[in-house]
């Protein structure tokens, strides 16, 4: 186990920089390469996570929206449904930010299992 490696489990923050600073030098050989492979890989998980629960409340809030808004808004006089707009709203932004910062997430889409 190298210094790096020791670093990861005792003070991530300073791994990450000694890290990038590493791959910025072009010293590779000196990376750690185990950890840095384990993050990369929790990255992209935590991306399509994210996407999925997103995408999960945009779903039941449509629905909400299509099948349920008319009946509570003639039960109730004060029902509006603008809570759900903002959500719908928010989550459709949210997505679009997830696609902007994360290309590859576009085509996991398919994947996303609900």
């Known amino acids: 186990m190298n210094e790096l490696s020791k670093l990861y489990d005792t003070d991530y923050s300073a791994w990450t920089l000694q890290t990038a600073e590493l791959i910025r030098a072009g010293r590779f050989a000196e990376l750690d390469i ?3 492979l384990t993050e990369l890989s929790d990255m992209s998980k935590s991306d399509r996570r994210e996407l999925y629960n997103r995408l999960l409340i945009l ?3 449509l ?3 299509e099948y349920q808004h008319h009946i509570l808004s003639e039960r109730w006089k004060d029902f509006d ?3 759900w707009q903002r959500t719908i709203i928010e ?3 949210r997505v ?3 696609f902007r910062q994360s ?3 576009k085509g ?3 994947e996303v299992d609900c």
């Open 34 to 36: 185990e950890h840095l």
């Open 59 to 61: 779903i039941a809030h």
């Open 63 to 65: 629905l909400k929206w």
């Open 81 to 83: 449904g603008r809570s």
């Open 91 to 93: 989550q459709r932004k």
């Open 96 to 98: 679009a930010v997830l």
């Open 103 to 105: 290309h590859g997430l």
């Open 108 to 110: 996991v889409v398919d």
